[in-house]
């Protein structure tokens, strides 16, 4: 068989009836192209995940009136996407009202979760989870509609039927990264008869079969994922620019779009707030060297953006910043603490058995303070677990302080080049100050593909242009001839 090809599509390029016809020909072009093999992943069509969270939030206050029109709005929606998709194709119209029938039923569905959902007044994250799958799963439909239309044969799958992930609800994890059990036995066999699937992103399995989501973003996940367990050949994220740029091109007006990047750096600038990106797409795949194209559905005929494992471009020494807002730093502060082993230890063990994950970690020489980022939204219970944690020594003086400051941003400079570059965090900090911008706390990783700063969030914008301009900007924008 030839290599499998996955391909995955955001929900602006599935936004409408024309996008996902369009996106139904990119699939086709791609099996045209050579690879019989290829699979497609889905998010819900653009704006409908944000509707089915303000339904479940509407559902909570027990207004179940607001809820089910909200559920018939989006039925609406897609029906009426389903009529311009049928329209445009050739499959007969009784096969075609089936895909009709199977999106009437997940709204019927949702509507009764909806509605059991305002009678109870309580939300379970399971729950969330399994209304907030009905948009993939209604937009898989549709694309593979759109797909046979073009005389394609296309199933759609949803991945909440055999993709197996860890049991949080909201922030899963596929059992396996390379190997999540599942994903082969319910695709392979289509591929062999020559079927491409068109997989429901963002969503998966349960130990006990009930539906998990991997967050916001999540369907890049799904595509990574699956790719990795299918050991394809490449994963195309489909997005609404033209590649990843060198920073948010709705904040640094320069940015430019990156021909290529490493796995590790696509992988910092994700975890560090690059929103083209879920932090964990690339988790997956870098290991098997299974390369990531981020490419835009609107502009098909550019190369966009190759993540791989040699893509260190020579001259580009910093590649890109990002940021993530809202942070807290937190500072446990002593000077009895200088010597006393295991301090931080602690610190970063209580955070852990709270599930509270350490944004970023700077550490003084003088062991005099432990200096760390939270998530905003983890602060108090950090701080509470932090005082309940050292309440001896508190008392007796080891710890004279655990501060906590609200508000904060974390830039994050990343570029592998930097390691071999002297001279790259001076221009880094000298812009920094000449912008007249307080820096709050720093941390290099050990690698030094990353410098992190943490500012005040109101001067994160600021930050990001002044680095830009002063470390990248200038650098050639990406070719715009096709990948192959
Ligand atoms: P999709 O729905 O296709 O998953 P997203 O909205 O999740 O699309 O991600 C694409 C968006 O990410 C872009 O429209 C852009 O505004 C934003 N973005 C933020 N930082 C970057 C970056 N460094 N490079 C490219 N896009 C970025
Ligand atoms: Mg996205």
Redesign the pocket.
């Known amino acids: 068989m030839t290599p499998t090809q996955v391909h995955k599509f ?1 929900g602006t390029s599935v936004l409408n009836a024309d996008r996902v016809l369009n996106a139904a020909r990119i699939l086709a072009d791609a099996r045209s192209e050579g690879s019989t093999a290829i699979v497609g992943v889905t ?1 819900a069509l653009g704006g409908i995940t944000d509707e089915l969270i303000r339904a479940c939030e509407t559902a909570r206050t027990g207004d179940t009136n607001a809820a089910t029109a909200a559920a018939a709005a989006m039925q609406h929606r897609h029906a009426e996407a389903f009529d311009q998709i049928a329209a445009a194709g050739a499959v007969p119209p009784n096969e075609a009202a089936e895909t009709r029938t199977a999106i009437d039923q997940l709204f019927g569905d949702l509507r009764e979760l909806l509605h059991g959902t305002a009678l109870l007044r309580e939300l379970t994250p399971r729950t969330r989870d399994r209304v907030l799958a009905t948009g993939e799963k209604a937009a898989a439909r549709l694309l593979a509609l759109a797909l046979r239309g073009l005389g394609v044969p296309a199933l759609a799958l949803d991945a909440d039927d055999f993709l197996r992930t860890t049991d949080d609800f909201g922030e899963a994890d596929p059992l396996s990264y390379t190997d999540c059990p599942g994903v082969a036995n319910a695709i392979t066999p289509l591929l062999t008869e020559g079927v491409t699937p068109i997989v429901t992103g963002f969503c998966g399995r349960a130990s006990d079969g009930a539906t998990t989501t991997f967050g916001r ?1 999540g ?2 996940f799904t595509a990574t994922i699956i790719g990795a367990a299918l050991r394809a050949s490449e994963v195309t994220i489909w ?1 609404d620019v033209p590649g990843v740029f060198s920073a948010d091109p709705r904040v640094v007006r320069t940015a430019c779009v990156l021909s290529a990047l490493h796995f590790r750096e696509a992988s910092e600038m994700s975890y560090y707030g690059a ?2 990106l ?1 932090p964990r797409t690339v988790i997956p795949i870098a290991g098997l060297g299974i390369p990531v194209r981020i490419r835009s559905s609107l502009e098909p005929a550019l190369a966009g953006t190759l993540v791989s494992r040699d893509a260190a471009v020579a001259g580009e020494t910093v590649k890109a910043v990002t940021a993530v807002r809202r942070q807290a730093i937190i500072a446990v502060e002593g000077n009895g603490m200088a010597g006393v082993p295991g301090i931080a230890g602690r610190v970063f063990s209580t955070l852990a058995s709270m599930r509270i994950s350490v944004t970023m970690i700077s550490q003084a020489s003088s062991e005099s303070s432990v200096c760390f980022a939270v998530p905003e939204a983890d602060a108090a219970a950090a701080d509470a677990a932090l005082r309940a944690e050292f309440g001896p020594e508190i008392e007796d003086g080891t710890i004279e302080a655990v501060r906590v400051r609200t508000g904060v941003g974390l830039v994050a400079v990343v570029g592998l080049g930097m390691a071999h570059t002297p001279g790259v965090a001076a221009r880094v900090f000298t812009a920094v100050a000449e912008s007249r911008i307080n820096v709050l706390a720093i941390a290099q990783g050990s690698s030094e593909l990353n410098i992190t700063l943490g500012v005040d969030d109101g001067e994160i914008d600021r930050a990001l242009v002044a680095i830009h301009d002063a470390c990248i900007a200038g650098l050639a924008p990406a070719s715009a001839s096709p990948p192959r």
């Open positions: 955001g998010s973003g369907s890049d997005t929103k083209v879920h």
